[in-house]
């Protein structure tokens, strides 16, 4: 069965470091998504991709965040200046379209600021 | 925006048992009903989904019924095993392109 695969599985960074987190979304999917969960709580939608560009984004999605697709495989998103309130878990997730709507999620990326 | 409320937070049944697990929505643009079961380390994994046009909807042990004059939708799972324990969540979406908003989970644990 298709996979969305992230790399890396744990990232530890030093607090206003930059990180990259990237993920390969399944070949034949057209939408990209990235969310997060902080340890216990919800999964909270970060931005959605599609076309080569942003479609939505929420407010947690400011200035600090950006998202690239640099290449036909993958999607990566990027925290500029990293805090300590962005320790969580980031998962990539990809759809398709017509009947495929669900998402496949990848298993995730476990950032720890310190 | 959508808001989308789940219960209850936790709940334990004994193997072979139902459980049900209810979500309400607040957009009733909203057309597109996902379950997602989550294990420990692991992201949400599709388990069912319903859409608007649908009233109930069956796979094996899972069904999902939705209401949408009551804006409300449910996750049944019939005769539970050891392996269905996990973390459940519902999410609402207005379109078929667009962002999820997740409930807050439901802890389940199915004892044998």
């Known amino acids: 069965e298709p996979e969305v695969t992230q790399t890396p599985s744990h990232q530890v960074t030093q607090m206003g470091q930059e990180v990259i987190l990237r993920c390969v979304p399944i070949?034949?999917?057209?939408?990209f998504y990235w969310y997060r969960q902080i340890l216990g709580q919800k999964v909270e939608f970060l931005v959605s991709?599609?076309?080569?560009?942003?479609?939505?984004k929420s407010e947690i999605f400011d200035d600090q965040f950006s998202v690239e697709r640099p290449d036909g495989s993958n999607f990566t998103l990027k925290i500029r200046s990293t805090k300590l309130e962005d320790s969580a878990m980031y998962f990539c997730?990809?759809?398709?379209?017509?009947?495929?709507?669900?998402?496949?999620f990848g298993s995730g990326t476990r950032l720890t600021v310190v | 925006g959508e808001n989308v409320e789940q219960h209850p937070s936790t709940l334990s049944v004994q193997e072979g048992d139902s459980a049900v697990i209810k979500c309400t929505y607040s957009?009733?643009?909203?057309?597109?009903f996902p379950w997602y079961k989550q294990e420990l380390g692991k992201g949400p994994q599709l388990i069912i989904d319903?859409?608007?046009?649908?009233g109930e909807k069956k796979d094996q042990r899972i069904a999902v019924t939705l209401n949408k004059t009551a804006k409300h939708f449910s996750l049944h799972i019939t005769e539970t095993q050891p392996e269905d324990s996990a973390v459940y969540f519902c999410?609402?979406?207005?379109?078929?392109?667009?962002?999820?908003?997740f409930g807050d989970g439901t802890t389940l644990t199915v004892k044998p």
């Open positions: 999410a609402a979406s207005l379109h078929n392109a667009g962002k999820s908003t």
């Open positions: 991709f599609y076309n080569n560009e942003i479609s939505e």
């Open positions: 319903i859409r608007s046009n649908v």
């Open positions: 070949s034949n999917h057209l939408y």
């Open positions: 997730a990809s759809s398709g379209s017509g009947r495929d709507y669900g998402y496949t």
């Open positions: 957009d009733s643009a909203s057309n597109y």
